[in-house]
């Protein structure tokens, strides 16, 4: 496997560093946190969605027909990664960018890409993703939101939770059942929905970082047009795996393991830092080991990942590697914040804005954000079942 970019790639690469570095926030920094009050939080993240699209960076990697750059899946990651390494805020509408856009783009009708993928490219419109419902999570073929016919339209009944950016989204990717006898898998169907439709109920929730980053949705009559079909009747399922297949791709995950390795080196400055028994924490051989490994298994999940991405650069199905890198990962961002606060001590009780706390207490709501990991975008259950199963051939 050659790891070395081309020319033209690292070329590519510090035009996109340039270009992040001149259009920060201003005061923005490696360890700076976005706002914490909700409003301010979605407007901070829409301004700076809404100056990568003035830059030229909003779907880099569409093709020029829709808007982009027609850019590859490399500059696309390398685009990614370079954000991530200098702490770059992340936009409010990457549901759009990254699942709704590419759908439409590989299954939706041209009518559809005309309409939609403008708005998205834009920011004008914040997009959500309607798949979880309260019994029907990682086990997604058990969905029981309905959508029967009227004429030429669709009437949706049912319920969705932890749907994320639904209460700042204008529209919706939306998983229904439309064919109750059928198979759990063969009766799905894929919708748009537009969320000020009537009938759709939005009710946000909070997390454990005192932020709601995700909403029940509720569907009472909820009339949607049958042009807002994507794919075929009934084969929704085919659509859902694609969609969930962007939300796992490698070049997602390569920013992530750069992301990662930045905190472990903040970590490492942190113990510089940090006494323990009158001396600098990094001076402990056990804190010493335990940086050490994390730092190991950053770069094993770097290097699992340039193979799935090889795969998929070579035009095969990203495989197993994207079930096995989710359940991997999880796992580790646990594993490295429960370090971080480790290292920190008894200042690990301070949070954010408390005068005591270290960097304004980024890795307390990290260490609460990584509580997730382990159940969006799949369990580690189901993660582990699925790996079982189709990767190792063992038996239901």
Same mark, same amino acid.
């Not at 113990?271 to 924490?281: E, K, T, V």
């Given at each position: 496997m050659d790891f070395q970019f081309t020319p033209a790639e690292e070329e590519f690469r510090r035009e996109v560093r340039n270009w992040l570095y001149a259009n920060l +926030?201003?005061?923005? =920094? +490696?360890?700076? &946190?976005? +706002?914490?009050?909700?409003?301010?939080?979605a407007k901070f993240r829409l301004d700076w969605e809404r100056k990568l699209y003035q830059g030229g960076w909003s779907g880099i990697h569409w093709p020029k027909q829709y808007g982009g750059r027609g850019a590859t899946l490399v500059e696309q990651a390398i685009f990614?990664?370079?954000?991530?390494? @200098? $702490?770059?805020?992340? =936009?409010? $509408?990457?549901? =759009?960018?990254y699942l709704a856009a590419p759908v439409l783009i590989k299954h939706g009708t041209e009518a559809q890409r005309q309409r939609f993928l403008p708005s998205i490219l834009r920011a004008e419109e914040v997009w959500c993703q309607g798949f979880s419902e309260p019994n029907a999570g990682s086990d997604l073929a058990s969905v029981r939101t309905t959508a029967r016919r009227d004429g030429g339209d669709f009437i949706v009944n049912g319920q969705k939770i932890w749907t994320t950016m639904a209460q700042h989204a204008q529209w919706q990717l939306l998983l229904v059942r439309t064919d109750p006898e059928a198979p759990k898998h063969k009766g799905l169907s894929f919708l748009l929905l537009d969320m000020k439709t009537p009938g759709v109920t939005v009710k946000p929730l909070v997390r454990l970082t005192g932020r709601a980053g995700f909403s029940e949705v509720f569907y009472d009559d909820v009339r949607i047009p049958g042009e807002n079909l994507v794919g075929g009747l009934n084969e929704g399922w085919r659509i859902a795996m694609t969609t969930l297949a962007f939300e796992r791709g490698p070049e997602e995950a390569l920013a992530r393991q750069v992301r990662f390795k930045r905190q472990v080196l903040e970590m490492v400055e942190i113990?510089?830092?940090?006494?323990?028994?009158?001396? +600098?924490?990094i001076e402990d051989g056990a804190i010493r080991q335990k940086l050490a490994q994390i730092y190991i298994d950053v770069e094993a999940m770097r290097l699992n990942l340039l193979r799935a991405f090889s795969r998929v650069l070579q035009g095969k199905d990203p495989g197993p590697e994207a079930t096995f890198t989710k359940l991997y990962w999880s796992h580790m961002y646990q594993r490295l914040t429960e370090l971080a606060l480790e290292i920190e001590g008894p200042a690990a009780n301070y949070v954010r804005d408390d005068p005591h706390a %270290? !960097? !304004? =207490?980024?890795? &307390?709501?990290e260490f609460l954000l990584s509580r997730s990991a382990t159940i969006?975008?799949?369990?580690?259950? %189901? &993660?582990? $079942? @699925? @790996?079982?199963?189709?990767v190792l051939g063992l038996p239901r």
């Open positions: +926030p201003d005061g923005w =920094g +490696p360890r700076s &946190q976005e +706002p914490l009050e909700e409003e301010s939080w990614m990664e370079e954000s991530a390494r @200098i $702490n770059a805020p992340e =936009g409010l $509408n990457l549901m =759009g960018r113990a510089s830092r940090c006494r323990r028994n009158g001396c +600098p924490a %270290i !960097d !304004d =207490g980024s890795f &307390q709501a969006y975008s799949g369990t580690s259950e %189901i &993660q582990r $079942n @699925i @790996i079982a199963e189709r």
